[in-house]
């Protein structure tokens, strides 16, 4: 019986118009972790299943991703910067044009897979769209193997531990489901690692992020940056993950006096970036209309281009519904 269904699910994906060429696999730009883990781990899942794909990473890796890609050994995408229309495509870790691969609106969607909101995608064919509210999207390619029967090799199995612990902070995230902690639990099984060896090589992820010796203010702004368009309005929003050495005040000033200049050279209407240290969340505005709109979302300045929040704040769960509350509003 289960033989019988989950080769019924794996052949839904057959309904798909796959074309004849090779689909594209592909997260976010400024990809993370688990971004381009599971674009990797769910290509190989499609080919195993008889559909031509690639995967690929559109951006550059970050630091974190680099650092993991190293210890573990992981196949590492090509990157994509656009692609032309009428391309098979499937989405991974992101479901809106803004964070989209360039030409993204002009290719014919087959597949989304991810776990955060529904942005602006649209395609009008059949779909196969699977979000769930997880911690990692790698979660979810771990699920669809199970669905299709096929077997995780080892290699797609740190892959897909690598996006899960990115994710989840191993774990501690209070996105975390017990979903990401049975995949967690089966992967680490899989490939004989313990706990400890897994607390440890998570550590080695955040100092990797954490370390922004060598980068320009610019690349330490762009290290985890994403772009969103929220009730029509397209803005930046800048994870920062560390100070270095420097004093908060004077970090905060450098990463300030960046801002106007990649304001000016993307196509959006604000940035703000997010830091957080010691229990408080610094958050950054820069742009026409950004000053009001961040001092609703998160009360008065705390100095000129700066907001402060006395608790953790997450881009996705919770910066991103309130800016989205306030400008609905607006
Ligand atoms: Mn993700």
């Not at 890796?61 to 680099?66: A, C, F, G, I, V």
């Not at 769930?132 to 740190?158: H, K, N, Q, W």
């Not at 000016?264 to 229990?279: D, G, H, K, V």
Request: charge should be negative; glycine fraction near 6%; hydrophobic fraction near 40%.
């Amino acid at each position: 019986m289960s033989h019988n269904y989950t080769s019924a699910l794996a052949s839904v994906l057959s309904a798909l118009d796959w074309g004849d060429g090779t689909a594209c696999v592909v997260g976010h730009k400024s990809p993370d972790t688990d971004a381009i883990c599971s674009a990797v781990a769910y290509a190989r899942l499609m080919q195993a299943l008889g559909h031509p794909c690639k995967a690929w990473a559109a951006g550059p890796l970050n630091p974190e991703t680099r650092f993991i890609a190293d210890l573990w050994q992981l196949p590492v995408p090509d990157e994509l910067t656009h692609i032309a229309p009428g391309t098979r495509l499937i989405l991974m870790d992101h479901a809106e044009y803004a964070q989209a691969v360039e030409g993204a609106d002009r290719a014919r969607l087959l597949q989304v897979i991810d776990h955060h909101g529904i942005g602006d995608i649209s395609e009008q064919n059949l779909v196969y769209y699977k979000a769930m509210p997880v911690g990692s999207t790698c979660t979810l390619v771990f699920t669809s193997y199970r669905e299709t029967g096929i077997a995780i090799p080892d290699d797609t199995a740190r892959l897909l531990l690598a996006g899960l612990i990115s994710d989840t902070r191993n774990l501690k995230k209070p996105t975390t489901t017990k979903l990401d902690i049975l995949a967690w639990e089966m992967l680490t099984a899989q490939l004989g690692l313990t706990a400890e060896h897994l607390d440890a090589v998570y550590a080695g992820m955040v100092k990797a992020s954490q370390d922004i010796t060598g980068l320009s203010d610019r690349e330490i702004f762009l290290s985890y940056f994403k772009e969103y368009k929220l009730e029509g309005i397209k803005l930046g929003i800048a994870n920062l993950e560390s100070t270095g050495d420097a004093p908060v005040d004077m970090f905060l000033d450098r990463m300030l006096a960046v801002m106007p200049q990649i304001l000016s050279e993307s196509n959006n209407t604000m940035l703000f970036a997010r830091l957080f240290i010691q229990n408080g969340t610094y958050l950054l505005y820069h742009g026409p209309g950004a000053k009001a709109t961040a001092e609703k979302a998160f009360g008065p300045s705390l100095r000129e281009g700066v907001c402060h929040v006395e608790s953790r704040l997450s881009r996705k769960t919770d910066i991103v519904p309130m800016l989205t509350a306030v400008l609905r509003s607006a």
